[in-house]
């Protein structure tokens, strides 16, 4: 399995052009930290090579900017080509499936957003479908909203009344289209 999950900051403005079968490619790169910090309490940065196709790096191109927090679903993909000199080059990318905002389109760069929080639908699989969704932190419901305003079971026991209409017979009076065992009152085959 190849799957890749990143959130984190771009480096700079994506850079967008179009193949020459008029296909669009965006590529970018996100500064991602890393878990733990070092000897010194300082945490390492991964700066991740992207690229994205179609829909998906038009959705990318249009919306994030240096310093935009993305997140982005995708794999990694390796190649490698040779240079004007015969010089061999290898590179290693993430080739980017969906992308979604991290923050609040109200919020800059500046790290001082709290994010979404998860929130968000996406845009991806370089189909055009999909959307994207923004919900800031301020409009999220509290986690136990809902238990909160569930309707809650009547605490009576309901008893039915007996009226004169009520069955006065035996089953033998009945006739059924399928036979009943007369021991455990089971289906009978």
């Keep these: 399995m190849n799957k890749v999950i990143l959130i984190g900051r771009?480096?700079?403005?994506?850079?967008?052009?179009?193949?020459?079968?008029?296909?669009?490619v965006c590529r970018f790169s996100v500064a991602v930290d890393r878990r733990f910090k070092d000897q010194n309490?300082?945490?390492?940065?991964?700066?991740?090579?992207?690229?994205?196709?179609?829909?998906?790096?038009?959705?990318?191109?249009?919306?994030?900017?240096?310093?935009s927090r993305i997140a982005v679903v995708g794999?990694?993909?390796?190649?490698?080509?040779?240079?004007?000199?015969?010089?061999?080059?290898?590179?290693?990318?993430?080739?980017v499936d969906e992308a979604e905002f991290v923050e609040s389109s109200g919020s800059g760069s500046n790290g001082s957003s709290q994010g979404n929080g998860g929130y968000g639908s996406g845009y991806g699989n370089n189909n055009g479908n999909g959307g994207s969704f923004n919900r800031s932190s301020q409009e999220r419901a509290p986690a136990d909203s809902t238990?909160?305003?569930?309707?809650?079971?009547?605490?009576?026991?309901?008893?039915?009344?007996?009226?004169?209409?009520?069955?006065?017979?035996?089953?033998?009076d009945m006739s059924l289209p399928f036979p009943i065992d007369d021991d455990t009152g089971n289906l009978s085959f």
Excluded: M
């Excluded at 771009?10 to 669009?24: F, G, H, I």
């Excluded at 309490?41 to 900017?65: E, K, L």
């Design 41 to 67: 309490g300082q945490r390492q940065t991964d700066f991740i090579n992207c690229v994205a196709w179609r829909q998906t790096a038009n959705f990318i191109s249009s919306y994030f900017h240096k310093g």
């Design 147 to 172: 238990a909160a305003s569930a309707p809650t079971a009547p605490n009576r026991q309901i008893v039915p009344e007996s009226s004169g209409d009520s069955f006065q017979g035996s089953d033998d």
């Design 75 to 95: 794999s990694i993909q390796t190649r490698n080509y040779d240079d004007n000199n015969g010089q061999k080059h290898y590179v290693t990318e993430v080739v």
């Design 10 to 24: 771009l480096t700079k403005d994506p850079e967008v052009k179009n193949t020459a079968s008029q296909v669009t």
